[in-house]
């Protein structure tokens, strides 16, 4: 019963999981053409050699540095939300968001060898590709459901459903 209750929570947890994996997965290449572009490749450089003198531990100190910066622009993000500024709102949280992977994509590209020295920052990393490949493994079967139902091969539930929103669109075209 209780896990009949969970399983749309953990179906949930499983596609924003994925979502920030994605961003990850986009975003990192998009970060390396933008330091490529820009003289950030200097300052990968520089940074590199910085994190090869440093222990693990400051390490993981220069990898959680770049999220300080950024909080601050997701609370106003969340101001202009209570104040119902609904785009400016939307497209802050979702700068912030975007530029918070970005960064920590670039900053982890940077530091993850020293990171990984560590054994628990390596479990907890081993942790979360498990977990990458569970929340894909939960999904899969749904997102397979939604691309046959966006198909429409004229099978099953999927055309009927297609049969109805044409007959809605119709329905919708003729009253103007």
Same mark, same amino acid.
């Given at each position: 019963?209780?896990?009949? =209750?969970?399983?749309?929570?953990?179906?949930?947890?499983?596609?924003?999981?994925?979502?920030?994996?994605?961003?990850?997965?986009?975003?990192?290449?998009? $970060?390396?053409?933008?330091?490529?572009?820009?003289?950030?490749? %200097?300052?990968?450089? @520089?940074?590199?050699?910085? $994190? &090869?003198?440093?222990?693990?531990?400051?390490?993981?100190?220069?990898?959680?540095?770049?999220?300080?910066?950024?909080?601050?622009?997701?609370?106003?993000? !969340?101001?202009? !939300?209570? +104040?119902?500024? @609904?785009?400016?709102?939307?497209?802050? *949280? =979702?700068?912030?968001?975007?530029?918070? $992977?970005? =960064?920590?994509?670039?900053?982890?590209?940077?530091?993850?060898?020293? !990171? !990984?020295?560590?054994? @628990?920052?390596? %479990?907890?990393?081993?942790?979360?590709?498990?977990?990458? #490949?569970?929340? #894909?493994?939960? $999904? &899969?079967?749904?997102?397979?459901?939604?691309?046959?139902? *966006?198909?429409?091969?004229?099978?099953? @539930?999927?055309?009927?459903?297609?049969?109805?929103?044409?007959?809605?669109?119709?329905?919708? +075209?003729?009253?103007?």
């Amino acid at each position: 019963m209780l896990r009949r =209750v969970l399983q749309p929570v953990w179906v949930l947890l499983a596609i924003v999981f994925l979502i920030e994996a994605w961003l990850w997965d986009h975003l990192e290449p998009i $970060v390396a053409k933008v330091v490529a572009a820009i003289p950030l490749a %200097r300052f990968k450089q @520089w940074l590199t050699e910085r $994190v &090869d003198a440093l222990s693990p531990a400051m390490t993981l100190i220069v990898f959680a540095v770049p999220i300080v910066p950024l909080f601050p622009l997701k609370l106003v993000g !969340l101001w202009l !939300l209570t +104040h119902e500024y @609904w785009t400016s709102a939307v497209f802050t *949280i =979702v700068f912030a968001k975007m530029l918070g $992977v970005g =960064v920590t994509a670039f900053v982890f590209d940077v530091t993850r060898d020293k !990171l !990984l020295e560590m054994h @628990w920052f390596e %479990r907890i990393y081993a942790l979360v590709l498990k977990l990458r #490949a569970k929340a #894909a493994e939960l $999904v &899969d079967p749904i997102k397979r459901r939604i691309r046959e139902l *966006i198909a429409g091969n004229g099978e099953g @539930w999927s055309s009927r459903t297609l049969r109805l929103i044409q007959r809605f669109r119709k329905s919708v +075209h003729q009253a103007r």
